[in-house]
């Protein structure tokens, strides 16, 4: 393309892929539609430098492009242990658990991870999950990096650490690839060595959090976090040790397995909950240094990140404004009279965009 020629639309570019097969005769091995996805990925990327503020789209060299997505089929391509994928075939596959009655297979992603290939299946089923309602015993949960969670319950959870404890095993490998000469099969086989190393990290500190994840619902039916942007956070000098704990992976993982086990799962603003006693809410000035917070008003003492998890706490059964809706179980009034017409008050929806000016 020629600098000042316009970008072409997304449309365009789809018309176009007939006379480029034309033109490049391997585009015929791949289907039509994965090609389309790849189009659209494209143009969703680009949208995204011109509206969003996103960096300019990267162009995938050789072995970057690692996913394939087929987005319809006409029936069902799982067959026993089996993938019917479009010009591939019969695709052996270790079928995880097998597909659950009344969903039906809407697409199928191919991705590749190191050397190994995955298939996530995406299923629709025409159900309605309500949303968890407060209830039972809360939990206000404060993770950091001297501890990776500490619950108002005062359950303390070391960090695992998954990166740092492999770091001089990773410096090794990326040493040796470096020494390679790019594109050899010697230089394939230490980049697969480290892509494996990155995979093994990544696979451990998710089990990690899930499991975590699974033992908070255990502990009690509600669920409370601080409302942070980790983002932020990584950019700052404990950056690597941020991104080692995934914080924003973690609570992201506790929302969906609370969403999943019925539990009422919330966020409340973060500030000052180190700096404020839980007790007499009277605020404590402590470093980072000082771990135990002891509160000069009401002479409370218990751990710092114990402390902050009871404020977090004390902030999500203050958000809920329901009132005689924790430590109890809710009764269940489906069947009863109006009772569908009923909305509880945590729902209420805020009035966003007016100000007392506002003729609406």
Known sequence: MAAGEKFPTEVNQLNALPDAKKDFPRLVL????????????????????????????????????KSLLFPQFKQSPVQGNNLLLPKLGLVKVNLHRPLPDGFTVKQVRIIKKADRWYASIALQCDVNVPNSIPHGHPIGVDIGLEKFLATSDGILVKPPKFFKSLQSKLKLLQRRLSRKQKRSKNYEKARIKVALLHHQIDNTRKDFHFK????????????????????????????????????????????????????????????????????????????????????????????????????????????????????????CADGLPGAEETKPRSKSKTRKGKTKKSKL
């Open 30 to 65: 791949v289907p039509s539609q994965v090609l389309q996805q790849a189009i659209k990925q494209l143009h969703r990327s680009w949208e995204g430098f011109q509206k969003l503020g996103h960096g300019f789209p990267r162009f995938k060299k050789y072995g970057q492009f």
């Open 212 to 331: 975590q994840a699974h033992a908070l619902c255990d502990a009690g039916d509600m669920v409370f976090m601080e409302d942070l942007d980790y983002t932020v956070m990584a950019k700052g000098m404990f950056g690597k040790h941020m991104l080692d704990g995934g914080f924003g992976q973690f609570r992201t993982i506790v929302k969906y397995v609370c969403w999943k086990r019925d539990k009422f799962f919330g966020v409340v603003n973060a500030r000052g909950t180190s700096q404020e006693c839980p007790e007499c809410g009277a605020v404590v000035k402590k470093d980072l240094s000082v771990r135990v917070h002891n509160c000069p008003e009401c002479g409370f003492t218990t751990d710092r990140d114990v402390a902050a998890g009871l404020v977090i706490r004390n902030r999500g059964i203050a958000s809920i404004s329901t009132v005689g809706q924790t430590g109890i179980e809710m009764a």
